[in-house]
């Protein structure tokens, strides 16, 4: 078992009887949100359960291959309020996957927190609040994917996983630690890996689908960042790009076009922190990364109301974008890159 006993036997118990679900995950659904959510909203129906799966917001367009997200609601939807809230309200199981404070749910968070269901964490993030009846929280999975496979496992019931089931676990399973390259990939995370393939997850059609789907544009988006927006300073140690609203409508980016740039100044060796601003109506988004002990999600914490793993996370600054350079370049001065 790679679970407490105790809740393991309390999850069985709750499941035994057909029960009315919600999932929910965090706002902007990444690969592991919308991976692990689906994939258990899949095995809770295999077993009888009625399953809805909300999620705050709009998931982005380059995840819309994978099966099951037609189904999903989407609380920020015109009609979506009444309906998410009423279902929550229905509802006498609810599962929150891939999150573990009710802020990463904006404004339904509230409704979460006021709803009288049964509670289920499923995370794997740093100091989870205490908002579930029953907490799986563990740090040292790379992904809740990763997670939702050893629950089904401490049940005895993966003979329920099917190609569909295992194709949702393995995108948030290997997007979660960048297809097995991430240091947060343990023997764990293969040994998950191996199980889902075996039971019909394909690693190469899940790569392309996830990694080879730029459109031009996107991809033009890139060169241009690294060509003519990346700054290296602290010895080039650390490396970052700061992109302005006029920009991000010249390339027409669109939601999570720029997802995963953060990561390119990596390939420059003693590279050791990278980090993306870019500039929205209201606020600058801020992604930071780092590699080995150098803590982003301290510095995130910190100095820009943000927080998530070591190695990444991000923030956000009211600032203009010259200011919250300027912060950047000074709170630079509290970090550790010797790590
Ligand atoms: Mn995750």
Request: with cysteine; hydrophobic share 40%; net charge negative.
């Amino acid at each position: 078992m790679k679970f407490s006993p105790v809740h393991i036997a309390q999850l069985k118990e709750i499941l035994s009887l057909p029960k009315s679900v919600v999932i929910v995950s965090h706002r902007n659904p990444d690969g592991d949100a919308l991976g692990s959510s689906l994939g258990f909203k899949f095995f809770l129906e295999k077993l009888g359960h009625e399953v809805s799966f909300i999620s705050p917001n709009a998931f982005t367009a380059n995840l819309k291959w994978m099966k099951g997200t037609d189904g999903i609601m989407v609380y920020e939807n015109a009609m979506g309020k009444k309906i998410c809230e009423a279902k929550i309200k229905s509802a006498n199981l609810i599962f929150c996957l891939d999150f573990n404070a009710l802020t990463r749910l904006e404004n339904l968070g509230e409704v979460i927190k006021e709803a009288t269901a049964y509670k289920v964490m499923i995370d794997h993030h740093q100091q989870p609040e205490s908002f579930a009846d029953i907490a799986f929280s563990d740090t040292g999975y790379c992904a809740t994917a990763e997670m939702v496979y050893d629950i089904i496992a401490d049940l005895g019931q993966t003979d329920l996983i099917d190609e569909q089931i295992a194709e949702c676990l393995y995108v948030g399973l290997a997007t979660d630690n960048g297809f097995f390259q991430f240091n947060n990939t343990t023997p764990n995370a293969h040994m998950v890996a191996a199980g889902l393939i075996a039971k019909g997850a394909k690693p190469d059609y899940v790569s392309e689908k996830v990694n080879n789907v730029f459109r031009e544009s996107r991809l033009r988006f890139f060169g241009y960042c690294l060509n003519e927006k990346l700054k290296l300073v602290k010895d080039n140690q650390v490396a970052y790009m700061l992109i302005t609203q006029a920009e991000i409508k010249k390339f027409n980016l669109q939601g999570g076009d720029s997802e995963g740039l953060v990561n390119y100044p990596f390939k420059i060796e003693g590279v050791k922190m990278c980090a993306y601003f870019s500039e929205e109506p209201d606020k600058i988004k801020i992604s930071f990364r780092s590699r080995g002990g150098v803590d982003v999600n301290t510095f995130a914490r910190s100095f820009f109301e943000g927080g998530g793993h070591r190695n990444a996370a991000g923030g956000m600054s009211k600032a203009s974008l010259d200011n919250t350079e300027k912060k950047f370049l000074e709170s630079l001065e509290s970090i550790d890159l010797t790590k």
